[in-house]
C-alpha cells in the first residue's frame, strides 16, 4: 500500500494541515548547553533499570546543532506546518527565576527559520520536561507548579507572539499523571493513584490558567491543548465487562476531556474512587473549561477491556489480543477505533476543531543500501489516514494531520530501541535517510491539486 487519497478528498484541500511532530527531550540532546537546567527525564534516565539500555537524552538526534539540516529536511517533504515543543529547563534559570536568553534564542533561530520557510508552526509548551528543581518541591503535586507554568507561558507567549501559529499548553496530561505519577514507568517515577489524579487535575488547571495569558499576548494564535486516547473495547458483551469498559474510559479518556469540555469530572470515577481523589479548590473546574481554539487528539491503538480479577486492586484489566496485527512497540493496529473514537467524543462533546497531533507507528527498520522499506508504516498511516478522510465525511471537523514523528528519537521507556519516524536516523553518524514512508508522504501532500511543484 502506498499513501493515496482522492484529490477531492477533504483532507487534500488547502485548508487541511499536513505535518510532522517531535519533541524537544526526544531530539535536542545538549543537555547542559547554554544555561539549560536538569530535567526531571535527565535525573529519571540515571536511574538504574528505568530506560531500556540506560539510555538518555544527552545526544538524541543532536538536533540541538542540526536544526536547520533539520529544517531543510522538513520542508523537503512539503509539509505545512511543523509540530515541536519548547523545552522549559531551556527557558527558566533555576537559581533566580530569571530568563536564559540564550533558551529563547535557540528557538528563535528555528521559528525565525520556519517561518521564512512558511511553514507554520506549532508549539507545545510542555512535553514532559519538568525542570528538576520543580519536582524537588513536589512537581505536579504540588499546585506552586501551576503558577510555574502559568509564568513561563507568559514568557513563551510574550517573547514569540503570533510567530508562534498555534500554542499547544499540554501534550498528554495522561502521560504526565499517569505514567509519571501513578504507575511509575515515566519520570518523575512515583506510584500511587492518588498522586496520578492529583498530578492530572494540577495540569488541567495549568492549561486553564495559561490559555488566557497566551491569549493576552497573542489575539490572532491558536491555543488549545493535546490529549492522548486509547479507546477501551469491551473484550465482551458480559454486564461485568461493559462495566469495567465504561470505567477504563471514564478514568484515562473522559477524566481528562470532560473537564476541559464541561467542567465536570466523571461523577463514575469520583464515586468510585473517593478515596483517591484530588484536592480540588472553588473555581478550578471553571478554569479548566476555558474555550479553546481546537483540541489534539494523540491516536497509536486501542484497549480490549475486562472485569477484573477478584481481588485485583484495579476496576478493569486489559486483555492482550493475538492473532492481529501489532506494530514493534506491542500495540495493535486498529485503525476503526480511530474512526470510532472521532466520531464517538463529537457525539458526546460540543467540540472545537480537531487536529490529529499525532499518529504514526513504530516499526524494527534496518537501513540496507541506503534504504529503509518500512511498509508496514506506509499502511500504517494511509489507513489511519482513511480513517480521519471518513469521521471527516460524518461531519467530525478535524483541520490537520502530524505524522508521529519526523526522525526516529528517544521514546522514553524505550530509549532509542523503538523507531517512530518517517526519517531513519544512525545515531552513530547522526546521517538522515528518507523512509519509504516520508518518500510516501511527500508523493502525498505534492500530488494535492493547489500545490505547484
Ligand atoms: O514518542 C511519544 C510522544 O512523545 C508522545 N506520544 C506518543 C509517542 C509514541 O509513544
Known amino acids: ?11 487534500m484541500q488547502a485548508d487541511f494541515t499536513f505535518g510532522v511532530a517531535t519533541a524537544a527531550f526526544q531530539i535536542e540532546g545538549a543537555n547542559t548547553a547554554e544555561g539549560r537546567c536538569e ?52 527557558i527558566i534559570n533555576p537559581i533566580d527565576g530569571s530568563i536564559n536568553a540564550k533558551g529563547l534564542a535557540f528557538y528563535d533561530n528555528i521559528i525565525n527559520e ?19 528543581y520543580l519536582e524537588d518541591n513536589g512537581g505536579w503535586l504540588n499546585r506552586d507548579t501551576v503558577q510555574a507554568f502559568v509564568d513561563y ?20 496530561p495522561w502521560c504526565s499523571a ?77 477524566w481528562f476531556i470532560q473537564p476541559l469540555m464541561q467542567g465536570s469530572y466523571p461523577s463514575s470515577i469520583e464515586q468510585l474512587y473517593a478515596e483517591d481523589l484530588p484536592v480540588i479548590e472553588a473555581g478550578d473546574l471553571d478554569q479548566i473549561n476555558v474555550d479553546i481554539d481546537y483540541l489534539g487528539i494523540n491516536f497509536y491503538t486501542r484497549a480490549v477491556v475486562a472485569a477484573p480479577d477478584s481481588n485485583a486492586d484495579e476496576l478493569f484489566q486489559l486483555v492482550p489480543q493475538t492473532d492481529v496485527e501489532h506494530t514493534d512497540i506491542g500495540w495493535e493496529v486498529r485503525p476503526t477505533a480511530l474512526y470510532t473514537l472521532l466520531t464517538e467524543l463529537n457525539r458526546i462533546y460540543s467540540l472545537p476543531p480537531i487536529y490529529i497531533t499525532e499518529n504514526g507507528a513504530a516499526c524494527d527498520d534496518h537501513l540496507l543500501d541506503g534504504q529503509v522499506d518500512d511498509q508496514q508504516r506506509c499502511d500504517y498511516l494511509q489507513q489511519h489516514l482513511l480513517a480521519v ?37 544512525d545515531y552513530q553518524s547522526q ?10 508522504y511527500r508523493k502525498l501532500l505534492n500530488s494535492r491539486s493547489f500545490i505547484n511543484r
Not at 500511587?192 to 495540569?203: E, P, T, V
Not at 471537523?397 to 526519517?423: C, H, P, Q
Not at 546521517?431 to 510516501?440: E, G, V
Open 178 to 254: 499517569y505514567l509519571g505519577y501513578q504507575y511509575a514507568v515515566h519520570a518523575p517515577g512515583k506510584k500511587s493513584r492518588k498522586m496520578g489524579l492529583q498530578a492530572a487535575h494540577h495540569l488541567l488547571l495549568a492549561h486553564g490558567l495559561a490559555v488566557p495569558v497566551i491569549r493576552r499576548h497573542c489575539a490572532e494564535a491558536q491555543v488549545g491543548i493535546v490529549l492522548n486516547f486509547t479507546p477501551g473495547d469491551s473484550a465482551s458483551n458480559s454486564p461485568a465487562d461493559l462495566q469495567a469498559t465504561q470505567i477504563y474510559n471514564d478514568y484515562n479518556s473522559h
Open 431 to 440: 546521517q538522515r535517510t528518507l523512509k519509504k514512508s516520508a518518500h510516501n
Open 39 to 90: 530535567s526531571i527525564w535527565d535525573k529519571f534516565c540515571q536511574q538504574p533499570g528505568k530506560v531500556v539500555n540506560a539510555d538518555d537524552g544527552a545526544v538524541a538526534c543532536d538536533h540541538f546543532h542540526l536544526w536547520r539540516e533539520d529544517i531543510d529536511l522538513i520542508e523537503s517533504l512539503g509539509v505545512d506546518a511543523y509540530r515541536l515543543s519548547i523545552a522549559w529547563p531551556r
Open 1 to 11: 500500500m502506498t499513501l493515496k487519497l482522492d484529490i477531492d478528498s477533504p483532507l
Open 114 to 132: 520556519l517561518n521564512a520557510r512558511n511553514i507554520k508552526v506549532f508549539v507545545t509548551l510542555y512535553h514532559w520536561d519538568l525542570p528538576q
Open 153 to 172: 507561558a507568559e514568557v513563551i507567549s510574550a517573547h514569540f507572539k503570533e510567530r508562534i501559529y498555534s500554542y499547544c499548553t499540554f501534550n498528554e
Open 389 to 425: 478522510e471518513r469521521a471527516v465525511r460524518e461531519g467530525v471537523t478535524i483541520k490537520g494531520y502530524f505524522a508521529w514523528s519526523l526522525m526516529d528519537n528517544f521514546e522514553w521507556a524505550e530509549g532509542y530501541s523503538k523507531r517512530f519516524g518517517i526519517v531513519y536516523v
